[in-house]
Nanobody, 128 residues
Framework: QVQLVESGGGSVQPGGSLTLSCATA????????IGWFRQAPGKEREGVSC????????YYADSAKDRFTISRDAHENTVTLQMNRLEPEDTGTYFC?????????????????????WGQGTRVTVSS
């Protein structure tokens, strides 16, 4: 059974940093893609970043480029999202998602409909 559990959310001031973690179970990260998404109140869920399993390629939405880093901790079966220089616009609930259907990085990797397995989310608030 595929399991995804996010953690690491919280409140931070603009310019601060947070590290989100997605603990995974029930599948092999070597062959599955992991995506990070966020949803602000009243807005649609949007892709932030993703990582494919086979070769570890990564993709970032424009909003995340040069600020966020997605990486895998193989020993812990965890995929993390390091977020730096946070802005109020980054506020929202962050979700990780997993799929075995994506082998190559493309914009599909940060498209919610590409994923069939989701975690419950972790809340991030960026405010002064």
């Amino acid at each position: 059974q595929v399991q995804l559990v996010e953690s690491g959310g919280g409140s931070v001031q603009p310019g601060g940093s947070l590290t989100l973690s997605c603990a995974t179970a029930g599948f092999d990260l070597d062959y599955w893609a992991i995506g990070w998404f966020r949803q602000a109140p009243g807005k649609e869920r949007e892709g932030v970043s993703c990582r494919t399993g086979l070769n570890g390629d990564t993709y970032y939405a424009d909003s995340a480029k040069d600020r966020f880093t997605i990486s895998r901790d193989a020993h812990e079966n965890t995929v993390t999202l390091q977020m730096n220089r946070l802005e109020p616009e980054d506020t929202g609930t962050y979700f990780c998602a997993a799929t075995h259907r994506l082998l190559l990085v493309s914009k599909l990797c940060v498209t919610p409909s590409s994923y069939e397995n989701w975690g419950q989310g972790t809340r991030v608030t960026v405010s002064s």
